[in-house]
Every structure is written in structure tokens, then in C-alpha cells.
């Protein structure tokens, strides 16, 4: 039995390990980082919290003797996704990595793009403006930079401290979200800028929809380097490539 260890904290790190954790060939634990307070059940075998960084997981690897780490987590945990590959390579154990495909600006966006959450502060410019934050919590303290725009704040626990800016509103809230609902939360408050991460995927791509639909200016902030490991994009596609990894080319027959 392969001993399957995976990086989660996202919705397809959660959907492959469904579809893992039914063969009868592997052992599988789902990592979580233990940043959000009431997380979604999982389903299968759970580890919460970090591992004291690269040092921390090759002693876990070890300890458990684990056959192949997954990398699943969020596209911007480059942090985790550089210890996960650099464990693996010290550790001698197999890597794969779940990547789901960033968004591409079709036509009538209006993105400006970004690199960091720090960036996007300025781009917002110095006249007060009605601004969603949709970044998660970890990042919206780069805001209060720029106290004069009124801010709508969505996260999934809240934010605490709160902002040190005279005018937000802090909305709790998990996805998946529907482009008519964000459409009608960016009327509703008379949002005409939108801050987001490159997440990709379709479970918050409504808001991207409907500042386009709104004709409302996004600020993009662009998905970090992330170590070069073999990759898909898809649970699909991951899974398939797991199958080759627990079932050699000889046993299969080819």
C-alpha cells in the first residue's frame, strides 16, 4: 500500500483525495495549514497545522514513511509549494503538483495587473473609490495604506484586527459564488473597483464576470513563481498521473 501524502486546503486538494482514498492501494492523509477556523469537512484522514517549514516535512516524510507527496495547495502558497518541493527533493520522495489554470482577461475586462497585495494598494490611485477586497484575510492589512477608499471585505473567518481605515464593511462569506449574486452584492454597494488574486477555477470567478458584465475596473494581483515539479491542472488529469505512480508500466501491461 503507497502511503500518499497531500498538501491541501482547496477544493480539488479535497476532491482528490476523495477519489484516493477509495483505492485500496493507498494510504492517504490530507494536510491542512490550520488558517481557517472552521474548514470544510474533508472526508478523509486529516493532519492540521504546519510542519516548521522544509526541515520540519523531510522529518515527517521520513517518520511516515510516506511514498508520494501532493502539493494541492492554494496557487498563492508559494511558501508552502518552495518547502514542499525542497522537502521531496531532501527527503528522496516523489512530487506532484495540483495546478489549477489562472484566468485569462477576455474581452471588455479591465484588469491591471499586479504582483503583490502591497501593489495593489497604490494602483487604486488617490481619489476615494468604493473597493471590494476580495483577497483573504491574510492580506488585507496591505490596505490600510490607503485609508481613503471605502472598502466592502469578504473573507471566510474574520478579520481580526480590524482595519485601521475609517470606512469598511466586512462581509463573512464561503464560495462557491455565482456571477447574478456577485453581480448584485457589486450593485448593492456601489463597488467600481475590484481586488483579486489570480485564483482560477470557476468558484470565484463571479465576481470576475460580473465587474465585466458591470463594466468595473478588477486589480489583478499575479500568481507568484512556484517551484517547477510535475504538474496538471486538474483532479482528473492528477489522478491519472498518481495511477501511473502506484501502478508501474510493467504491472499494468504496457
Known amino acids: 500500500m503507497k502511503k500518499i501524502l497531500i498538501l491541501g ?3 480539488e486538494a479535497r476532491q482528490l483525495a ?3 482514498v477509495a483505492r485500496a492501494d493507498c494510504s492517504v492523509t490530507l494536510s491542512l495549514a490550520g488558517r481557517t477556523e472552521s474548514p470544510v469537512a474533508q472526508g478523509v484522514p486529516v493532519r492540521s497545522g504546519g510542519f516548521g517549514g522544509a526541515e520540519g516535512l523531510v522529518a515527517y516524510l521520513r517518520e511516515t514513511r510516506t511514498d508520494l507527496l ?3 495547495t492554494h496557487p498563492y ?3 508552502i509549494s518552495a518547502n514542499a518541493a525542497q522537502a521531496a527533493r531532501i527527503a528522496g520522495v516523489p512530487i506532484l503538483a495540483l495546478r489549477r489554470a489562472g484566468w485569462e482577461p477576455v474581452e471588455d475586462d479591465r484588469w491591471t495587473q499586479v504582483d503583490t497585495s502591497g501593489e495593489a494598494a497604490p494602483a487604486l490611485g488617490l481619489a476615494p473609490r468604493r473597493v471590494f477586497l476580495a483577497l483573504g484575510r491574510q492580506e488585507v492589512a496591505a490596505f490600510e495604506a490607503a485609508p481613503q477608499h471605502h472598502y466592502l471585505i469578504r473573507s471566510v473567518d474574520p478579520v481580526e484586527p480590524k482595519l485601521a481605515v475609517p470606512d469598511a464593511v466586512y462581509l463573512l462569506a464561503r464560495g462557491p ?3 447574478a449574486e456577485e453581480r448584485a452584492l457589486l450593485e448593492k454597494h456601489r463597488i467600481d473597483v ?3 488574486k489570480n485564483s482560477g477555477g470557476a468558484a470565484t470567478y463571479g465576481k470576475i464576470a460580473a465587474a465585466r458584465a458591470l463594466g468595473i475596473e478588477v486589480v489583478m494581483v499575479r500568481r507568484p513563481a512556484l517551484p517547477d515539479v510535475p504538474s496538471a491542472e486538474t483532479v482528473e488529469a492528477l489522478a491519472a498521473m498518481v495511477d501511473h ?3 508501474p508500466a510493467a ?3 504496457v
Open 194 to 196: 475590484v481586488v483579486s
Open 77 to 79: 502558497a508559494a511558501q
Open 9 to 11: 486546503g482547496t477544493t
Open 70 to 72: 501532493i502539493d494541492a
Open 177 to 179: 459564488f455565482r456571477e
Open 245 to 247: 505512480f502506484v501502478e
Open 251 to 253: 504491472e499494468r501491461g
Open 18 to 20: 476523495g477519489k484516493l
